[in-house]
């Protein structure tokens, strides 16, 4: 063990129980007085099947028969780094993180027997817990005080193991102990803490304290992370009764539904874990599905059958994916409706031009042919040729009154 992590172990304040205070005072001790024996560090976590917890389902296979529990432990006084062989809590919240992560486990049950530790303990494993993206059970086996239930507010449910298992003891607070600013021993030894003239407020709450006045620690240290723990359990533990947010301790059996949610074995815990697992699983289908709903595009493209969707619905792709190749396809879509009607368009503007350049033909034949007889008045030696078929139902004109009047009429007709 670093002497380095223990001392930043020790930094206060703290959120423990006074008992389990006074239980760690002579560790305490003989570390200051170097006499911790180094002990080999053990992780206690360990993987449990679920498959003989879970009743066999009417049909259909089992979801959960090859799936696991991870289930870790807070147990002792939490400190942030390890020391003396037990694990921190930072070391506690990475292993959880990376069983979260592991596709044949279910979910996580933390089994708890601590009254507490320093408040730097409770960030590491709270967000390690929080970042879980499966459900976490917290089994008290004995005690959870202070900064241990602080730490566990954070699981999905909170069991106790025995109706006298001990909770509570919400509070924070600090131990200071020193030499006064200046002391001369008997002996005429001299000891004496000076501070630069700018640096009139360093260790001032300390040095207040020493001296009896509390006041400078309770407001910038103290009370500011007490209404934190406080505002945390309210948001946490939404039925925690005022009463209980004081530092009192209680027995598990008379804090049902406020600090906890039931009593309970491990394997109440265990079943816990798995039903909250079916109840996410079946909700992430349903969403699925509602969001398989939102992208039409994608699903009516064959050639996306069966990779981006399986059959129960679920799928591999995250949401930002997913919209993101829906709205590709639909700009395709979109692009390719565009040209389609632009084809159409484009189509039916060349039967237009097909049909107005036969009726021009016709009228400038129609024309050579009224010219030739006004030119030639014997009409059956006038022969005109004819290079194209006018409109259905048109006759040639005989005249040049009748061809100019064609050509009005042509020209009125089709806007020219």
Same mark, same amino acid.
């Given at each position: 063990?670093?002497?380095?992590?223990?001392?930043?172990?020790?930094?206060?304040?703290?959120?423990?129980?006074?008992?389990?205070?006074?239980?760690?005072?002579?560790?305490?001790?003989?570390?200051?007085?170097?006499?911790? &024996?180094?002990?080999?560090?053990?992780?206690?976590?360990? $993987?449990?099947?679920? *498959?003989?917890?879970?009743? =066999?389902?009417?049909?259909?296979?089992?979801?959960?028969?090859?799936?696991?529990?991870?289930?870790?432990?807070?147990?002792?006084?939490?400190?942030?780094? *390890?020391?003396?062989?037990?694990?921190?809590?930072?070391?506690?919240?990475?292993?959880?993180?990376?069983?979260?992560?592991?596709?044949?486990?279910?979910?996580?049950?933390?089994?708890?027997?601590?009254?507490?530790?320093?408040?730097?303990?409770?960030?590491?494993?709270?967000?390690?817990?929080?970042?879980?993206?499966?459900? &976490?059970?917290? $089994?008290?086996?004995?005690?959870?005080?202070?900064?241990?239930?602080?730490?566990?507010?954070?699981?999905?449910?909170?069991?106790?193991?025995?109706?006298? *298992?001990?909770?509570?003891?919400?509070?924070?607070?600090?131990?200071?102990?020193?030499?006064?600013?200046?002391?001369?021993?008997?002996?005429?030894?001299?000891?004496?803490?000076?501070?630069?003239?700018? =640096?009139?407020?360093?260790?001032?709450?300390?040095?207040?304290?020493?001296?009896?006045?509390?006041?400078? $620690?309770?407001?910038?240290?103290?009370?500011?992370?007490?209404?934190?723990?406080?505002?945390?359990?309210?948001?946490?533990?939404?039925?925690?009764?005022?009463?209980?947010?004081?530092?009192?301790?209680?027995?598990?059996?008379?804090?049902?539904?406020?600090?906890?949610?039931?009593?309970?074995?491990?394997? *109440?815990?265990?079943?816990?874990?798995?039903? @909250?697992?079916?109840?996410?699983?079946?909700?992430?289908?349903?969403?699925?599905?509602?969001?398989?709903?939102?992208?039409?595009?994608?699903?009516?493209?064959?050639?996306?059958?069966?990779?981006?969707?399986?059959?129960?619905?679920?799928?591999? @792709?995250?949401?930002?994916?997913?919209?993101?190749?829906?709205?590709?396809?639909?700009?395709?879509?979109?692009?390719?409706?565009?040209?389609?009607?632009?084809?159409?368009?484009?189509?039916?503007?060349?039967?237009?031009?097909?049909?107005?350049?036969?009726?021009?033909?016709? $009228?400038?034949?129609? @024309?050579?042919? =009224?010219?030739?007889?006004?030119?030639?008045?014997?009409?059956?030696?006038?022969? &005109?040729?004819?290079?194209?078929?006018?409109?259905?139902?048109?006759?040639?004109?005989?005249?040049?009154?009748?061809? @100019?009047?064609?050509?009005?009429?042509?020209?009125?007709?089709?806007?020219?």
């Amino acid at each position: 063990m670093k002497f380095s992590n223990m001392a930043l172990n020790l930094r206060g304040p703290w959120m423990i129980s006074p008992a389990w205070a006074a239980l760690m005072a002579p560790v305490l001790e003989g570390f200051l007085q170097g006499n911790i &024996v180094e002990m080999e560090k053990a992780h206690q976590a360990h $993987l449990v099947k679920c *498959d003989s917890l879970i009743p =066999a389902p009417e049909s259909g296979a089992n979801p959960f028969q090859d799936k696991s529990i991870y289930v870790t432990y807070l147990e002792g006084t939490l400190m942030k780094y *390890d020391y003396c062989g037990s694990e921190g809590t930072r070391t506690i919240g990475q292993a959880l993180l990376e069983a979260d992560r592991m596709d044949d486990v279910i979910g996580h049950i933390i089994v708890t027997d601590s009254g507490g530790g320093s408040t730097d303990a409770v960030p590491e494993i709270s967000q390690a817990i929080s970042r879980c993206t499966k459900p &976490v059970v917290a $089994l008290i086996d004995g005690m959870a005080c202070s900064a241990a239930i602080y730490a566990i507010s954070y699981c999905d449910k909170i069991l106790a193991h025995y109706e006298m *298992d001990i909770v509570g003891c919400i509070g924070t607070y600090m131990n200071i102990s020193g030499y006064p600013k200046f002391r001369k021993d008997s002996d005429g030894y001299v000891r004496a803490r000076v501070y630069a003239d700018e =640096a009139f407020e360093k260790n001032g709450g300390y040095e207040a304290a020493l001296e009896g006045n509390f006041q400078i $620690l309770k407001e910038t240290t103290i009370n500011p992370m007490n209404e934190q723990f406080i505002n945390d359990m309210k948001a946490n533990r939404p039925n925690v009764q005022e009463e209980q947010l004081h530092g009192r301790e209680y027995f598990a059996k008379n804090v049902i539904g406020s600090l906890i949610d039931s009593i309970g074995s491990f394997e *109440d815990a265990m079943n816990a874990v798995i039903e @909250l697992a079916a109840a996410a699983q079946e909700e992430n289908n349903s969403s699925t599905q509602q969001n398989m709903e939102q992208y039409p595009t994608l699903q009516a493209m064959p050639a996306f059958e069966g990779q981006v969707f399986d059959q129960d619905g679920s799928t591999h @792709l995250q949401q930002v994916q997913l919209e993101a190749v829906e709205a590709a396809l639909a700009e395709g879509a979109s692009r390719q409706d565009t040209i389609d009607g632009l084809n159409q368009q484009l189509t039916e503007a060349q039967d237009t031009i097909a049909a107005r350049d036969a009726r021009i033909t016709e $009228l400038e034949a129609s @024309l050579e042919a =009224a010219i030739a007889r006004a030119e030639n008045p014997n009409p059956e030696e006038v022969q &005109v040729h004819h290079e194209g078929e006018g409109e259905q139902g048109a006759k040639p004109s005989t005249t040049f009154e009748e061809a @100019l009047a064609a050509c009005n009429d042509f020209n009125n007709k089709h806007n020219i």
